[in-house]
């Protein structure tokens, strides 16, 4: 794992608001957010569902674009990204963890890991090492021949975050992680996040519904 920049500071929200307009009415999903997450560190969103922690997600990673305020992105203002510069950083930068796992059924343990790397600019062999050192940070190395059907949610999930580490993000970002697991494999997959930031100084924001 490297470090790809040396500034602790990650990304940013400043007063950002996001409005969604349906059927004449509107509803407000965040009003004037202030918030930062830097390297080395775990960020919890808590809070009810519907409180809105998805949808700032999506705003911190650029798939969505806030009614108002401003959105810094690796010491960038995000609305100064074109929409190439955005994809290489989903691709290079940015690992993502879904609570619904978004694995693909016809590949196995390595190929679901390996398919993320497909964009970056890394040669067959570097992604192949980097597949191989993502299922060992979770201790799943022994899983890689496995298809998604033959494994448990707790495994799936695992698979789900050695796919994010697979690429060295910078930025992790994980919604709903625990969501669908019991309360002790719920416990592995946050301490599993919280070492890739202390242990490799990268950022991740994990949003927790409470």
Known sequence: MNNKSITSQVTRLHRVSKVYQSHGNS???????????????????????????????????????????????????ISNYSSKELQFLRANRIGFVFQTFLLIDALNVFQNIFLVLKFSNDNDLNKKQKTFDAMEMVNISHLAKKFPSELSNGEKQRVAIARAFANDADLLIADEPTASLE??????????????ASKFNKCVVVAVTI
């Open 27 to 77: 509803y407000i999903a965040l009003k004037e957010i202030d918030f930062s997450a830097s390297r080395g560190e775990l960020s919890l969103l808590l809070g009810p569902s519907g409180s809105g922690k998805t949808t700032m997600l999506t705003i911190l990673a650029g798939f969505t674009k806030p009614t108002e305020g401003k959105v810094v992105l690796f010491e960038k203002d």
């Open 183 to 196: 309360s002790k494999q719920g416990k592995e997959i946050i301490s599993f996040l919280h070492s890739y």
